[in-house]
């Protein structure tokens, strides 16, 4: 299981880009990133995967790059409701897979 | 959006008893899991399921623990003779593909 890190703890202001990079620096052939944002006593929601460039939706974007040793979370223009813990994880593209949790990154915005 | 129910949100128990958390996942998935999250801790992977059995189980997944999937529908974790450390949030999720959806949750505290 490839191990990940990223940082402990983010700060930003409204409307400012934030982005989270995470390293995994022994993914292998088969593994996928997914990056889950947690509100404070509220599950897991999932905001993006993708297995390698760049990937975006109307949440985020992931940029993973060519060697796919490390992945950037891209939140555009966070709001105060931005604030919480962003996981990101690595696991096998076989459906089913268990996804096993780090410590995460908690994001806190201020106005 | 199709959604992970789970009952009860919060339970109180005494030290010794059973508790038993249910969980309605989404019904087209094939996969289930359980996860908990200790206050102020990570989320944590217990167990997940697949076609009527355990695929897959953490050290934390001891005797004490036990799943089913009794009508099709629900999703149970039973722990047996709760300890107080087994105080947390209890997640329960639901996969198709590589996407996992997660509840919002139960607050098991053992008194």
């Known amino acids: 299981l490839a191990k990940t890190t990223q940082p402990i703890s983010m700060d930003s202001y409204e409307g400012q880009e934030v982005n989270i990079t995470c390293s995994h620096n022994?993914?292998?052939?088969?593994?996928?990133i997914t990056w889950y944002q947690q509100f404070p006593s509220q599950g897991p929601r999932f905001i993006i995967q993708?297995?390698?460039t760049k990937v975006t939706n109307e949440v985020a974007s992931l940029f993973i790059p060519a060697d796919r040793k490390s992945s950037t979370l891209s939140l555009p223009r966070v709001s105060l409701s931005d604030t919480a813990v962003y996981y990101c994880?690595?696991?096998?593209?076989?459906?089913?897979?268990?996804?096993?949790f780090g410590k995460g990154t908690t994001l806190s915005v201020s106005s | 959006e199709p959604e992970v129910t789970q009952t009860p949100s919060h339970q109180v128990t005494q030290m010794g008893q059973e508790v038993i958390l249910r969980c309605v996942p989404i019904?087209?998935?094939?996969?289930f899991y359980w996860y908990r999250q200790i206050l102020g801790q990570k989320v944590e992977f217990l167990v997940s399921?697949?076609?009527?059995?355990?695929?897959?189980k953490s050290e934390i997944f001891d005797d004490q623990f036990s799943v089913e999937r009794p009508d099709g529908s629900n999703f149970t974790l039973k722990i047996r003779s709760t300890k107080l450390e087994d105080s947390a949030m209890y997640f329960c999720?639901?996969?198709?593909?590589?996407?996992?959806?997660f509840g919002q949750g139960t607050r098991l505290t053992v008194v």
């Open positions: 999720a639901s996969m198709a593909n590589t996407e996992a959806f």
């Open positions: 993708g297995y390698k």
């Open positions: 019904s087209n998935h094939l996969y």
């Open positions: 399921f697949y076609n009527n059995e355990i695929s897959e």
């Open positions: 994880l690595v696991g096998d593209k076989q459906a089913g897979t268990a996804l096993i």
């Open positions: 022994n993914i292998a052939t088969n593994d996928y």
